[in-house]
């Protein structure tokens, strides 16, 4: 019993080595595969402009909760989502259409995938890997809401001077169980699109399988859902430092340029990672049970 996170532990490395080996650099494919996966950002980002509305400042609770980004305010925020929109939709689209071209991906094989390929490999899946997308955005805005919400409730009502120390405590301690719950959810959402690939179910069936998938193998993924969540704020946050540098083209720029590099390895990473986490082979018009 003792050997097996040493074994699960090595399982997940020779698996992030195997995709990283074979992952085709750079990639057009990988990048919207790269940008499908940040419902949990987007959701986040969500729920903050909807606390800062309500809070009336949106500096108040930018530093409530200990993040020192900037929020925009609702209006800015609903424009920008509904300009991103089909952005989203089509990276869904071709993140899918990718994630079932690798599900025959060898450890050792080289990536072929191609954005056309994606994008037509992809055209079945586009509003069932949309669905996933939002009902990931859905949650990660109402997890955020509740686990930040009486945090910047209660620095509105007695100030942000009268907590002191314990306000920086509070906020840490919510600031860290939020990035966690977008960590898990993270993997949720490619294990769900894992499974809705390989499977003829729905939206929410997909997310329900991702979930017990998950509860099964506690610390493995855990462990994953760690180097996923790692990476993904270590691109934004690049892009993030690149556009406070140089201004937001030079940051959209490293976003690119990054996800062009990291996402044919993550979406090879994920298909090899899908069956050791108990996820049965591929079926034609079938269901797992």
């Keep these: ?7 699960a532990a090595s399982d997940q490395r020779s698996t ?25 950002a987007f959701g986040g980002a969500a729920a903050l402009s909807a606390l800062a509305a309500l ?4 500096e108040l609770v930018s ?3 200990g993040s020192g980004v900037p929020i925009p305010g609702p209006l800015l925020a609903l424009a920008l989502f509904m300009v991103s929109l089909p952005l989203i939709l089509a990276c ?21 995938t191609t954005l056309r390929s994606a994008w037509a490999e992809g055209r079945p899946l586009q509003v069932s890997a949309a669905g996933i997308w939002l009902q990931i955005f ?10 930040l919400g009486p945090l910047v409730g209660l620095t509105v009502l007695v100030g942000p001077d009268t907590l002191g120390p314990f306000g920086v405590v509070l906020s840490g301690v919510a600031l860290i169980l939020t990035l966690a719950y977008a960590a898990e959810l993270g993997a949720l959402h490619q294990l769900a699109l894992a499974s809705l690939v390989r499977h003829d179910r729905g939206v929410g069936s997909a997310v329900l399988h ?10 493995h993924s855990r462990r994953l859902a760690t180097v996923e969540f790692g990476v993904r704020a270590a691109v934004l946050l690049a ?12 940051g959209l720029l490293q976003l690119a340029l990054l996800g062009c590099i990291l996402g044919s390895s993550r979406c090879r990473a994920w298909s090899l990672a899908y069956p050791r986490f108990g996820g049965l082979a591929a079926t034609a018009g079938g269901g797992e049970t």
């Design 1 to 7: 019993m003792s050997r097996e996170p040493e074994r």
């Design 16 to 40: 992030i080595a195997a995709a990283v080996r074979g992952a085709a650099v750079p990639s057009l494919a990988g990048l919207a595969f790269e940008l499908s996966g940040l419902a949990w």
């Design 55 to 58: 809070a009336g400042d949106a």
């Design 63 to 65: 530093g409530a909760v």
């Design 92 to 112: 869904a689209r071709i993140g899918g259409g990718a994630a079932r071209i690798s599900i025959g991906a060898e450890p050792g094989g080289r990536d072929t």
């Design 138 to 147: 859905g949650m990660m805005a109402s997890g955020t809401f509740v686990l």
């Design 210 to 219: 991702g979930w017990r998938l998950m509860r099964a193998q506690r610390g």
């Design 239 to 250: 892009a993030g430092l690149a556009s406070y540098l140089a201004g937001p083209s030079w």
